[in-house]
């Protein structure tokens, strides 16, 4: 089971901070990525990290959000700085066996948390 918080409301140019603990089992092995999702449009890919720590970004993100985890605590954050009105969406986790930018190629989803960047 993967737990997304740390969605809010925030300014452009703000940063926040997302996090998603992993319980029930272990994803230290796993791919653990983000997406988002805006009303009416489909599920993207926002940037994933492998547990040997590689990742990897959407061209739209980068420079912007970093992401990482912490194996022991079975936790992935993701910190997005540089907020635009355009980064507004729900944000999901998802862990799957590779690294991937298919939302198909994840088995386990959060329920994902809602960031909102106002102009």
């Known amino acids: 089971q993967l737990q997304a918080s740390g969605g809010g409301l925030v300014q452009a140019g703000g940063s926040l901070r997302l996090s998603c603990a992993a319980s029930?089992?272990?994803?230290?092995?796993?791919?653990l990525g983000w997406f988002r999702q805006a009303p009416g449009k489909e599920r993207e890919f926002v940037a994933v990290?492998?547990?040997?720590?590689?990742?990897d970004y959407a061209d739209s993100v980068k420079g912007r959000f970093t992401i990482s985890r912490d194996n022991a605590k079975n936790t992935v954050f993701l910190q997005m700085d540089s907020l635009k009105p355009a980064d507004t969406s729900v944000y999901y986790c998802?862990?799957?066996?590779?690294?991937?930018?298919?939302?198909?190629?994840?088995?386990?989803w959060g329920q994902g948390t809602q960031v909102t960047v106002s102009s």
């Open positions: 998802a862990a799957g066996p590779v690294i991937s930018h298919s939302a198909g190629e994840y088995d386990d």
């Open positions: 029930g089992r272990t994803f230290s092995r796993q791919a």
């Open positions: 990290i492998r547990w040997s720590g590689l990742s």
